[in-house]
């Protein structure tokens, strides 16, 4: 059983999906995050249609998501997410 304290603070914590096809753009939001444990990156995608996958398979609460992308572009991708 969690006490107050550890359900409040795993309540914080954001998981994140980095939808970027420029990976050394993704390897620096990893970095940028990295000292922040609240903000939790559970995957990447480096094209529209794979974020949507992603974001279907992981469930995120906040996805980073690039908006000119091949395959299908942010816009899209953010429209065809549920």
């Known amino acids: 059983m969690l006490t107050a304290e550890a359900s409040a603070e795993l309540a914080s914590v954001f998981r994140v999906l980095v939808v970027d096809d420029f990976e050394p753009w993704r390897r620096v939001v990893r970095w940028m995050l ?5 903000w939790q990156i559970v995957g990447v995608a480096s094209d529209g249609v794979e ?4 974001a279907k398979k992981l469930q995120p609460d906040v ?14 991708a953010a429209e065809a997410n549920p």
């Open 34 to 38: 990295q000292p922040f444990p609240e």
């Open 51 to 54: 974020g949507v996958e992603q």
């Open 63 to 76: 996805i980073l998501l690039d908006i000119g992308m091949p395959k299908l572009n942010g816009i899209d």
